[in-house]
């Protein structure tokens, strides 16, 4: 298929959360057109059945391909480990996710091969990181903890708040006590907590960022596929919610960094 490098890229998420990844994409690529897709009206996916949340990632996959986006990047890790190939089947231009993403970045961090995953629940109960990272590497061993209260912790803007110290305290003593030399982040919110989680982890246990490694990974194949946007005019971001929930805003600028604008809400 011929695809135009001027299309956007489409990304999209179970609600918000993805803009961590937008965010590492407009400073890492500022050429290129993105548009957002956030399923703000049925968010959180994470305790979430696998058959929803395929069906969901359809409905959102149909509609990123509609406005012809010359690539998808699934930035939802509750979507990447269940429903990824739903998604690839569908799709006639590449899709990337944060699970490969963040796999292959940890494979490359860890020296002692012993690798920590957080996630929600269904991310850590479908088991999708261990294969993922044991796919490149079958002798590192595997560490998950579901972590459940950091999505509406971090939904709160409690990022430095010794409620969100004292859960990361719990939820990360088990995995600590495994010697493990390096953390998934494996939900797009975590990334916001990285300053309170580097500081209970200690600074020997080296944290991977999914929005960082999924940015690293579509340069590599806008290079590899010829697609940058070569224009080099200020592009254009577009974002689709499909609800706007009190407080929108506020959050969303705090994880994008930046002003949020351009919001449509999808009727479905
Ligand atoms: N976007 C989800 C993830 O990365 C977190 C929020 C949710 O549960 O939908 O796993």
Not at 4 to 17: E, K, L, Q, T, Y
Not at 48 to 60: D, G, H, P
Not at 197 to 225: C, F
């Amino acid at each position: 298929m011929q695809v135009n490098p001027n299309n956007p890229i489409g990304v999209f998420d179970s609600g918000i959360g993805g803009l961590t990844v937008v965010r590492a994409l407009m400073e890492r690529m500022p050429f290129e057109n993105i548009i957002y897709f956030g399923d703000t009206a049925r968010v959180p996916y994470g305790l979430k059945s696998v058959e929803t949340i395929s069906r969901y990632a359809t409905q959102i996959t149909e509609f990123l391909l509609r406005q012809n986006v010359k690539l998808l990047i699934v930035a939802c890790n509750t979507m990447s480990s269940v429903a990824y190939q739903a998604i690839e089947d569908l799709s006639p231009v590449p899709v990337l996710d944060v699970v490969d993403a963040g796999a292959r970045s940890a494979v490359n961090e860890t020296h002692n091969k012993y690798v920590g995953v957080i996630g929600t629940p269904v991310t850590i109960n479908s088991n999708a990181y261990a294969r993922a990272i044991n796919k490149y590497d079958p002798e590192i061993r595997i560490f998950s903890q579901p972590c459940p209260l950091f999505v509406p912790l971090v939904e709160e803007g409690w990022f430095d708040h010794q409620v969100t110290r004292l859960t990361a305290q719990e939820y990360l003593k088990p995995i600590m006590a495994q010697n493990i030399d390096t953390l998934v982040l494996g939900c797009t919110h975590y990334p916001l907590l990285k300053s309170l989680l580097q500081e209970v982890l200690g600074d020997q246990i080296m944290l991977v960022d999914s929005a960082q490694a999924i940015t690293q990974q579509t340069g590599e194949l806008l290079d590899k596929d010829n697609l940058r946007n070569g224009q080099g005019k200020p592009p254009g971001y577009r974002f689709y919610v499909t609800d706007v929930p009190i407080r929108f805003q506020g959050i969303g600028e705090r994880f994008l960094g930046r002003t949020l604008s351009n919001v449509s809400v999808v009727k479905w």
